[in-house]
């Protein structure tokens, strides 16, 4: 009597992981270009500059280190990062516990607001130029597939 299992059949042939690398490497390059022709700069604000006042515009207390996590950028970076725009008046730092000075905090200001604002209006123009080039039918399949790799 054999106990051992049977041996594993493979999924998909050499032919069809070859089909799907191809697949992969055309969406990888789609995005690439796509990234690119949307620019690195969106009003006064660089691309990870609007990342950071979009994650400051919610209600919610941030600290420095939950900035650094959510962005995938060092502390160091984050810093550097706050400076600049704490020195633009976009973000302003602060200390809510005074027996826990290591907690710090970031806001966003009015003129942050504003800023972002406006980049956001940059961003969503180039993005409707990108898409005016697409039929109705491929927006609403782009919509839904972005949604759908976006949840999982």
Do not use: C
Not at 37 to 63: A, K, N, Y
Not at 117 to 142: G, P, W
Request: glycine share 6%; hydrophobic share 40%.
């Amino acid at each position: 009597m054999n106990d051992l299992p049977p041996p594993a059949q493979p999924d998909e042939s050499s032919g069809e992981r070859v089909n799907a690398l191809t697949e992969i490497a055309a969406i990888a390059a789609g995005l690439d270009g796509w990234y690119e022709r949307l620019g690195r700069q969106f009003g006064t604000l660089s691309r990870p500059q609007r990342r950071m006042l979009r994650l400051l515009s919610s209600d919610t207390l941030v600290r420095v280190s939950d900035l650094s996590e959510q962005l995938g950028v060092t502390t160091a970076g984050t810093t550097r990062m706050l400076d600049k725009l704490e020195s633009l008046g976009y973000a302003a730092r602060s200390r809510m516990d005074q027996h826990d000075q290591r907690q710090v905090y970031v806001t966003l200001t009015p003129e942050g607001a504003v800023a972002l604002h406006q980049a956001e209006d940059v961003f969503l123009e180039r993005v409707q130029s990108l898409l005016d080039k697409l039929s109705s039918t491929e927006r609403a399949t782009l919509a839904h597939l972005l949604q759908a790799i976006s949840e999982r």
